[in-house]
């Protein structure tokens, strides 16, 4: 199970997200398409050493030289911006890749670099308001030709609906607006964690 950050900054979210680590966080995405350079740096620093295995970078991905991260996230637009030969040479450094998909046909399409990708909404999304898919992607996965990469579940997913999408195909499901719309985000965390390892 894999959590996004708020893409802007909330209270107490280095504390919240130490203690979702403790929890048993396993990934952590730190997504904020504002921060600045400098602002990533405090943030990444603010989380700690001892963490930055466990951290994707969805910009400044420069940073992951200077920091000991070796996990990179593309933006359905980065990769569409970003050859097919640096993508290779991002995994002959030993980085680990994961994109975003919005469509079956967009994830069938992408080679074997990326060791997941997000496919996304899955249902009505809980942290932006009346985004939600055009299309059934529960329907579209049934289209699923490339078994290379992971399929994550995106969008609309919290502790009612974990074991149903893992049922539907998916690989596994990552968490935003359960966590960061709930008042008691570790609560919502254990409970989709423990629906996950129940499945």
Known sequence: MIIISNPTVVPNEITT???????????????????????????????????YSKLV???????????PIKRIHFTERQRNSTTVQQIK????????????????????????NFIYAFLSPVYSSISKENY????????????????????????????????????????NVALLGAIWMSDQPIKKFKLCQQAVLSY
């Open 57 to 67: 970078l969805h910009s400044h991905h420069h940073l992951a030289n200077t920091y």
């Open 132 to 171: 939600f898919s055009k299309i059934n992607l529960i329907e579209a996965i049934k289209k699923r030709n490339q078994f290379e990469t992971k399929i994550i579940a995106l969008g609309g997913i919290e502790a009612s609906n974990v074991q149903k999408t893992l049922q539907y195909g998916f690989n």
């Open 17 to 51: 997200i130490h203690a979702l680590f403790e929890a048993g966080m396993e990934l952590f995405h730190v997504r904020k398409p504002c921060f600045s350079e400098e602002e990533m740096k405090i943030f990444i620093t603010a989380i700690g050493l001892e963490y």
């Open 89 to 112: 040479r991002y995994r002959e450094e030993g980085f680990f890749l994961s994109t975003s998909t919005h469509c079956i046909e967009d994830f069938n399409a992408l080679d074997s």
